[in-house]
């Protein structure tokens, strides 16, 4: 037994939806969550720059004593993971390598299509891990900048969103993908339009419960998992604005968030 929490950083709070599944998949787990909300978003920015930012907070979340990192950030898992495995001495997970598996296991057709940040489409990582696991699928991967700040919006579910949607679809219909990889953490939060526009012939593909299923085998395997017995806490810090990220937060989680601490970036710093 392992009672030590479990670290989960995202660059705000697109990741709860990830925490959200650990929680139900793991509910025995402390969990410490980390939103670098100062310096969001990580989409548009170079992945040098979103590389050195993961392993500030890997640092710091080892720091915590935590016993396992999980990256619930597609843009930082791309642009740092081998980084973050290598620098830290626990083990860490991200949330690009549970969904290519999934999607080449769910493809019939062996097109696989993929809506994701600039920089996690730039990265190439999906791509690495989809030809990996079959040399002969097809990826086509689209980047899609109006969508992040269309579901932190005041009407996630508008005309506007549909209409963002329905424009990202159309070349991977054109690709006639059977299947899509909702590759950034805030998607699954639209999960009921991107089903609408694509329909019921397209599955859909995204990392919350494949990642679960990940860091809950991880554990096992590493015999590090906490006494099944105890029901698990979950504790919140932000670089940016407690209460923004309370009020919008709880949307992502789907669960109560009681209270939010503030960690200065300098902190960030010093722990890398």
Do not use: W
């Amino acid at each position: 037994m392992d009672a030590r929490p479990i670290g989960v950083f995202d660059s705000g709070t697109g990741g709860l939806t990830v925490l959200h599944e650990c929680l139900v998949t793991m509910p025995h787990e402390d969990f410490v969550y980390l939103g670098d909300h100062a310096r969001l978003p990580y989409g548009p920015r170079p992945l040098e720059e979103v590389r050195t930012y993961a392993l500030e907070i890997g640092g710091f979340l080892e720091r915590q004593e935590v016993k396992l990192v999980l990256v619930a950030c597609n843009t930082a898992t791309s642009a740092a993971l081998p980084q973050l495995q290598e620098a830290l001495s626990i083990p860490v997970v991200g949330v690009i390598q549970p969904e290519a598996h999934a999607a080449v296991q769910a493809t019939r057709n062996r097109k696989i299509g993929l809506l994701a940040t600039k920089a996690t489409v730039e990265a190439g990582r999906y791509a690495e891990f989809v030809a990996t696991l079959d040399a002969g699928a097809e990826l086509t991967a689209l980047p899609c900048p109006r969508l992040v700040p269309l579901i932190e919006g005041d009407e996630p579910f508008g005309t506007e969103t549909i209409d963002a949607v329905r424009e990202y679809a159309e070349p991977l219909k054109g690709a006639g993908v059977d299947t899509v990889i909702l590759g950034c953490t805030h998607y699954p939060l639209i999960r009921p339009v991107f089903q609408r526009v694509f329909g019921r012939g397209v599955t859909l593909v995204f990392s919350a419960e494949e990642t679960a299923r990940e860091v809950a085998g991880t554990l096992a395997r590493k015999r590090i998992e906490n006494d099944e017995a105890r029901e698990g806490s979950y504790r919140f810090l932000t670089t940016g604005d407690p209460e923004a990220f309370r009020s919008l937060g709880q949307r992502f989680l789907q669960l109560p968030i009681a209270e939010v601490e503030h960690v200065e970036l300098a902190k960030l710093g010093r722990a890398a």
